[in-house]
């Protein structure tokens, strides 16, 4: 046997090839079609709705431990029948300075002196002939021992869609667009002023959506609305003058009893393990907080954040190239050794 020359076949290869990446993007493609809102919401105001001009949502003051029903009237826009779910929840503060009324958050602040959620008991599903429109009740239990302030929440109603209409199921991937409608819920037992009040928890190395951030962790410890909220924010290396990193938003609000993340972002920047300082000042409604807070960045926290961060480009790996290289030479130098000793015990 001789070994003249080794055919590869080139076109073969490079045909498999583009199948197989043409596969994966498939693959990792899929499209939806946006979801109509087929229903109306209306609420319909209890007398113990505070006579302030609110018609869009439930502002209510009642006394500790009273009870009282709330009912919404909904009504099927469609030609078919449709059913819409109904769950209530407790007001946060989202990481763009939001009010979320509609969701839940992971980590109720521990100064939250009530669930506005917990106090409200809903019906799971509501059923809707075309056209056709019903009133449902839910009813509203205030805690026995009475709290200064307000509890916000919301009504959350979001139509179920049907496993063959809305839900997109292409290359083993499941997409759902829903729309729902939210109804805001204030409560109190009276309706009284309160200083509002902003706490700085933490800063510490973090990301959001996969992008390098410096959070400050700011807390409203009390049971009130801070609204018109501006936050100035500056970051600077421990014993430096020059600012690294800043940032200024306005415009923000926090629900009661909440905290949120407030980010600071590094615009594509690396970690650097190291300490640093923050500056932070924030403004309400003729209200000034300010504080000045050291904190410190690890190596191994730094690395772990900056592998993850999307808009970072990796470095090219030299040595890890090299070692490849290094390893491909002794390779082809072994085969070429093995095939001319082959070569010569034949011709012996």
Known sequence: MRID??????KQLLGCFCLFLLFSISALTAYG????????????LPESQLDDGASSYFDLNLAAGDSDTLEIEIQNSSDEEIAVTVSAHTAFTNVNGLVEYGKDATDPDSTLPFALDALMTTPREVNLEPMEKKTISLTLTMPEESFEGVLAGGIRLQEVLPEDGENSHEEGIAITNAFSYVLGVVVSNQ?????????LLDVFANQVNYRNVISATLQNPVSTYINQLTVNATIREEGAEDILYETSRSDMQMAPNSQFDFPIY???????????????????????WSW?????????????LNRADVTIDSPINWWMIGMLALLSILAIASLGFYLKKSKTQRNR
């Open 33 to 44: 079609e946006e979801s109509e809102l087929n229903f109306f919401v209306q609420p319909i």
């Open 292 to 304: 000045e807070e050291t904190f410190t960045i690890e190596a191994n926290q730094a690395r772990a």
């Open 266 to 288: 590094l615009n594509g920047e690396s970690f650097r393990s190291g300490t640093y300082v923050l500056k932070l000042t924030a403004y309400s409604e003729g209200q000034e």
């Open 191 to 199: 309706r009284t002023k309160i200083d509002p009040e902003l706490d």
């Open 5 to 10: 020359k080794l055919r590869v076949p080139w």
